[in-house]
Protein backbone atom coordinates (compact mmCIF):
# COMPACT_ATOMS: atom_id res chain seq x y z
CA UNK A 1 0.00 0.00 0.00
CA UNK A 2 1.31 3.54 -0.58
CA UNK A 3 1.85 5.67 1.90
CA UNK A 4 -0.01 8.57 0.30
CA UNK A 5 -3.05 7.80 -2.21
CA UNK A 6 -4.85 9.10 -4.51
CA UNK A 7 -7.72 8.99 -7.18
CA UNK A 8 -5.55 9.71 -10.00
CA UNK A 9 -8.42 10.41 -12.40
CA UNK A 10 -8.93 12.39 -14.70
CA UNK A 11 -12.10 14.12 -13.85
CA UNK A 12 -13.43 15.85 -16.17
CA UNK A 13 -16.01 18.87 -15.64
CA UNK A 14 -17.56 21.51 -17.38
CA UNK A 15 -16.92 24.78 -16.47
CA UNK A 16 -18.66 26.43 -12.90
CA UNK A 17 -18.70 22.36 -11.71
CA UNK A 18 -17.79 21.64 -7.90
CA UNK A 19 -15.22 18.53 -7.48
CA UNK A 20 -13.54 16.82 -5.00
CA UNK A 21 -10.17 15.39 -4.40
CA UNK A 22 -9.60 12.91 -1.74
CA UNK A 23 -6.22 11.72 -0.47
CA UNK A 24 -5.47 9.03 2.12
CA UNK A 25 -2.22 8.66 4.06
CA UNK A 26 -0.98 6.08 6.00
CA UNK A 27 1.45 7.51 8.33
CA UNK A 28 -0.52 8.28 11.87
CA UNK A 29 2.88 10.46 12.99
CA UNK A 30 2.10 12.53 9.99
CA UNK A 31 2.17 16.26 10.66
CA UNK A 32 0.99 18.66 8.12
CA UNK A 33 -0.49 18.67 5.16
CA UNK A 34 -0.25 20.24 1.74
CA UNK A 35 -2.19 20.28 -1.71
CA UNK A 36 0.38 21.57 -4.52
CA UNK A 37 -0.68 22.09 -8.16
CA UNK A 38 1.25 21.05 -11.08
CA UNK A 39 1.06 22.44 -14.81
CA UNK A 40 1.92 19.88 -17.64
CA UNK A 41 6.03 20.11 -17.29
CA UNK A 42 6.33 22.39 -14.85
CA UNK A 43 7.20 22.54 -11.03
CA UNK A 44 4.85 21.74 -8.47
CA UNK A 45 3.26 24.93 -6.89
CA UNK A 46 1.82 25.06 -3.34
CA UNK A 47 -2.06 25.53 -3.07
CA UNK A 48 -2.51 25.74 0.15
CA UNK A 49 -1.69 23.77 3.34
CA UNK A 50 -4.30 22.38 5.14
CA UNK A 51 -5.34 22.80 9.07
CA UNK A 52 -7.09 20.50 10.98
CA UNK A 53 -10.08 22.72 11.68
CA UNK A 54 -10.13 23.25 7.60
CA UNK A 55 -9.35 25.93 5.77
CA UNK A 56 -10.72 27.90 2.42
CA UNK A 57 -8.83 30.43 0.07
CA UNK A 58 -11.34 31.92 -2.55
CA UNK A 59 -13.22 29.08 -4.59
CA UNK A 60 -10.83 26.78 -2.96
CA UNK A 61 -11.19 24.32 0.71
CA UNK A 62 -9.49 22.10 2.17
CA UNK A 63 -10.28 19.77 5.13
CA UNK A 64 -8.35 17.30 7.21
CA UNK A 65 -9.46 14.04 9.06
CA UNK A 66 -7.22 12.79 10.89
CA UNK A 67 -8.88 10.08 12.42
CA UNK A 68 -9.97 8.65 8.96
CA UNK A 69 -6.30 10.15 7.45
CA UNK A 70 -7.52 12.00 4.58
CA UNK A 71 -7.40 15.05 3.25
CA UNK A 72 -9.44 16.56 1.00
CA UNK A 73 -9.84 19.41 -1.68
CA UNK A 74 -12.43 20.74 -2.84
CA UNK A 75 -12.86 23.15 -5.91
CA UNK A 76 -15.89 24.98 -6.68
CA UNK A 77 -17.13 27.05 -9.50
CA UNK A 78 -14.43 25.27 -11.94
CA UNK A 79 -12.99 27.53 -14.49
CA UNK A 80 -10.99 26.28 -17.15
CA UNK A 81 -7.48 27.63 -15.48
CA UNK A 82 -7.72 24.69 -12.73
CA UNK A 83 -7.03 22.37 -15.29
CA UNK A 84 -3.78 20.93 -13.63
CA UNK A 85 -2.55 17.72 -11.64
CA UNK A 86 -3.43 18.35 -8.03
CA UNK A 87 -0.73 16.68 -5.87
CA UNK A 88 -1.64 15.30 -2.05
CA UNK A 89 1.53 16.39 0.38
CA UNK A 90 1.60 14.80 3.47
CA UNK A 91 5.00 15.10 5.80
CA UNK A 92 6.22 13.28 9.22
CA UNK A 93 7.44 15.33 12.06
CA UNK A 94 11.10 14.50 10.83
CA UNK A 95 10.30 16.68 7.66
CA UNK A 96 10.05 14.19 5.15
CA UNK A 97 7.36 14.56 2.45
CA UNK A 98 5.74 12.39 0.71
CA UNK A 99 3.51 12.86 -2.32
CA UNK A 100 0.64 11.26 -3.79
CA UNK A 101 0.97 10.85 -7.64
CA UNK A 102 -1.61 13.78 -8.73
CA UNK A 103 -4.78 13.85 -9.43
CA UNK A 104 -5.53 14.89 -12.60
CA UNK A 105 -8.42 17.77 -13.41
CA UNK A 106 -9.49 18.99 -16.92
CA UNK A 107 -11.86 21.79 -17.00
CA UNK A 108 -13.80 22.50 -20.50
CA UNK A 109 -15.74 24.71 -22.02
CA UNK B 1 7.36 34.57 -1.71
CA UNK B 2 10.73 32.88 -1.74
CA UNK B 3 12.35 31.98 -5.09
CA UNK B 4 14.61 28.70 -5.71
CA UNK B 5 16.34 28.91 -8.83
CA UNK B 6 17.30 26.04 -10.88
CA UNK B 7 19.46 25.48 -13.82
CA UNK B 8 19.88 24.34 -16.51
CA UNK B 9 16.08 23.81 -17.12
CA UNK B 10 16.44 21.41 -20.33
CA UNK B 11 19.66 19.41 -21.00
CA UNK B 12 20.41 16.73 -23.67
CA UNK B 13 23.64 14.25 -22.85
CA UNK B 14 24.84 11.30 -24.11
CA UNK B 15 25.46 8.16 -22.06
CA UNK B 16 28.02 7.93 -20.21
CA UNK B 17 28.83 12.34 -19.28
CA UNK B 18 28.29 13.36 -16.11
CA UNK B 19 25.33 16.41 -15.28
CA UNK B 20 25.53 18.86 -12.92
CA UNK B 21 21.99 20.64 -12.01
CA UNK B 22 22.11 23.34 -9.76
CA UNK B 23 19.54 24.89 -7.40
CA UNK B 24 19.68 27.70 -5.67
CA UNK B 25 17.46 30.11 -2.77
CA UNK B 26 17.62 33.63 -3.95
CA UNK B 27 16.43 35.21 -1.00
CA UNK B 28 16.75 33.33 1.79
CA UNK B 29 18.67 30.34 3.20
CA UNK B 30 18.08 26.79 2.63
CA UNK B 31 20.10 24.59 5.48
CA UNK B 32 18.13 22.21 4.09
CA UNK B 33 16.93 21.45 0.27
CA UNK B 34 15.56 17.84 -1.58
CA UNK B 35 15.62 16.24 -4.23
CA UNK B 36 13.45 14.36 -6.46
CA UNK B 37 12.87 12.90 -9.93
CA UNK B 38 9.70 12.50 -11.43
CA UNK B 39 8.75 9.85 -14.24
CA UNK B 40 5.89 11.13 -16.43
CA UNK B 41 2.38 10.52 -15.27
CA UNK B 42 4.13 10.06 -12.00
CA UNK B 43 4.32 11.55 -8.64
CA UNK B 44 8.08 13.18 -7.44
CA UNK B 45 9.95 10.46 -5.68
CA UNK B 46 12.42 12.12 -3.16
CA UNK B 47 16.23 10.87 -4.10
CA UNK B 48 18.01 12.76 -1.19
CA UNK B 49 17.97 15.14 1.35
CA UNK B 50 20.98 17.33 1.41
CA UNK B 51 21.87 19.31 4.20
CA UNK B 52 24.30 22.24 4.17
CA UNK B 53 27.68 21.35 5.47
CA UNK B 54 27.74 17.78 5.37
CA UNK B 55 26.69 14.47 3.48
CA UNK B 56 23.10 14.08 1.94
CA UNK B 57 20.91 11.70 3.15
CA UNK B 58 19.68 9.20 0.17
CA UNK B 59 16.54 7.49 0.03
CA UNK B 60 16.32 3.62 -0.14
CA UNK B 61 17.51 2.52 -4.04
CA UNK B 62 19.00 5.08 -4.63
CA UNK B 63 22.78 5.40 -5.56
CA UNK B 64 25.04 7.74 -3.26
CA UNK B 65 27.91 7.31 -6.05
CA UNK B 66 25.78 7.86 -9.36
CA UNK B 67 24.00 11.08 -8.00
CA UNK B 68 26.06 12.88 -6.13
CA UNK B 69 25.00 16.03 -3.66
CA UNK B 70 26.96 18.83 -2.59
CA UNK B 71 25.69 21.33 -0.41
CA UNK B 72 28.57 23.33 0.49
CA UNK B 73 26.47 26.75 0.78
CA UNK B 74 23.17 27.68 2.71
CA UNK B 75 22.05 28.89 -1.05
CA UNK B 76 23.15 26.13 -3.76
CA UNK B 77 22.60 22.60 -3.41
CA UNK B 78 24.23 20.72 -6.51
CA UNK B 79 23.09 16.97 -7.76
CA UNK B 80 25.55 15.37 -10.53
CA UNK B 81 24.26 12.92 -12.48
CA UNK B 82 27.60 10.90 -12.97
CA UNK B 83 28.03 8.49 -15.96
CA UNK B 84 24.62 8.96 -17.02
CA UNK B 85 22.49 6.58 -18.76
CA UNK B 86 19.23 6.92 -21.22
CA UNK B 87 17.40 4.97 -17.88
CA UNK B 88 18.56 8.20 -16.02
CA UNK B 89 15.85 10.42 -18.64
CA UNK B 90 13.71 12.36 -16.32
CA UNK B 91 12.41 15.69 -14.69
CA UNK B 92 14.65 16.64 -11.45
CA UNK B 93 13.22 18.90 -9.34
CA UNK B 94 14.60 20.76 -6.05
CA UNK B 95 13.10 22.14 -3.26
CA UNK B 96 13.67 23.75 -0.04
CA UNK B 97 11.38 24.07 2.84
CA UNK B 98 10.40 27.44 4.85
CA UNK B 99 8.74 28.17 7.79
CA UNK B 100 4.79 27.83 7.70
CA UNK B 101 2.54 28.19 6.11
CA UNK B 102 4.66 28.62 2.89
CA UNK B 103 5.72 24.21 2.59
CA UNK B 104 8.01 23.77 0.31
CA UNK B 105 9.36 26.27 -2.56
CA UNK B 106 10.59 23.92 -5.91
CA UNK B 107 12.79 25.11 -8.60
CA UNK B 108 12.03 24.81 -11.91
CA UNK B 109 13.05 21.53 -12.51
CA UNK B 110 15.64 20.01 -15.05
CA UNK B 111 14.62 17.54 -17.89
CA UNK B 112 17.72 15.55 -18.23
CA UNK B 113 17.29 13.23 -21.38
CA UNK B 114 20.26 11.23 -22.07
CA UNK B 115 20.66 9.97 -25.45
Known amino acids: RKEVEQDPGPFNVPEGATVAFNCTYS??????FFWYRQDCRKEPKLLMS???SGNEDGRFTAQLNRASQYISLLIRDSKLSDSATYLC??????????FGDGTTLTVKP | GAVVSQHPSRVICKSGTSVKIECRSL??????MFWYRQFPKKSLMLMAT?????????EQGVEKDKFLINHASLTLSTLTVTSAHPEDSSFYIC???????????FGSGTRLTVV
Open chain 2, 95 to 105: SAKQAAPYGYT
Open chain 1, 27 to 32: NSASQS
Open chain 1, 50 to 52: VYS
Open chain 1, 89 to 98: VVNTNAGKST
Open chain 2, 27 to 32: DFQATT
Open chain 2, 50 to 58: SNEGSKATY
